[in-house]
């Protein structure tokens, strides 16, 4: 499958977050390969999105890649768990979108050790699982998808399965925003995290 390129990054995170729906992440380890199919996002529209991390152009040693090169790694830890996010928009306009979850596709294998004891439907369907599976970590941030070892392939047609949204997740304490439709989720798909 082709690598996704520079220009398909270069959109505000509203329309990347619906356009990643269908593609390919795939992360390699010294252990070998792990990927899966994208199946639920969450924009972050930057300055004015008072759930992004980036609100009112917040500028600290986390956000600072969500002002840099849309395509760029974005990964934080919240809680225990690392999550993962791609950068869009120009440069200076921090905004991101968060990966939520993931069907498996390839390492199988690792991704039942890197979560073990947990039924195949629960290894990647959420945004704290699906790095754990796959095998991302803090070390990918500012790492760009064009580059190994962390990558964006072309994958479903977008024809091929029906886009939902709602409203996002986790972040109740936001005001207004946490009421805007802003998750975008293949309709069906048992590996979306609700």
């Given at each position: 499958m082709p690598l996704l390129e520079q220009s398909f990054y270069e959109k505000n995170a509203l329309e990347l977050a619906e356009s990643l729906l269908g593609k390919l992440i795939v992360k390699d380890t010294p252990e070998g390969r792990a990927s899966g199919i994208i199946v639920e996002t969450e924009a972050y529209m930057g300055a004015?999105?008072?759930a992004a991390h980036s609100y009112g152009n917040?500028?600290?040693?986390?956000?600072?890649?969500m002002f840099g090169k849309a395509g760029?790694?974005?990964?934080?830890?919240?809680?225990?768990?690392?999550?993962?996010?791609?950068?869009a928009a120009e440069v200076d306009t921090p905004q991101a979108v968060l990966i939520r979850a993931v069907e498996p596709v390839?390492?199988?294998?690792?991704?039942?050790?890197?979560?073990?004891?947990?039924?195949?439907?629960?290894?990647t369907n959420g945004p704290g699982k699906l790095t754990?599976?796959?095998?991302?970590?803090?070390?990918?941030?500012?790492?760009?998808?064009?580059?190994?070892?962390?990558?964006l392939f072309e994958g479903w047609e977008h024809g091929d399965f029906e886009i939902a949204t709602g409203p996002r997740i986790g972040i109740d304490n936001t005001g207004e925003a946490r009421h805007y439709p802003w998750r975008f989720f293949v309709k069906g798909n048992p590996y979306i995290s609700r």
């Open positions: 004015e999105d008072r917040r500028r600290t040693r986390r956000t600072e890649i760029s790694v974005y990964t934080y830890q919240m809680h225990t768990h690392t999550l993962v996010n791609v950068v390839e390492g199988l294998h690792l991704m039942e050790k890197r979560r073990p004891g947990r039924k195949q439907v629960e290894w754990k599976a796959l095998g991302i970590a803090m070390s990918d941030y500012g790492s760009h998808y064009t580059v190994p070892p962390l990558q």
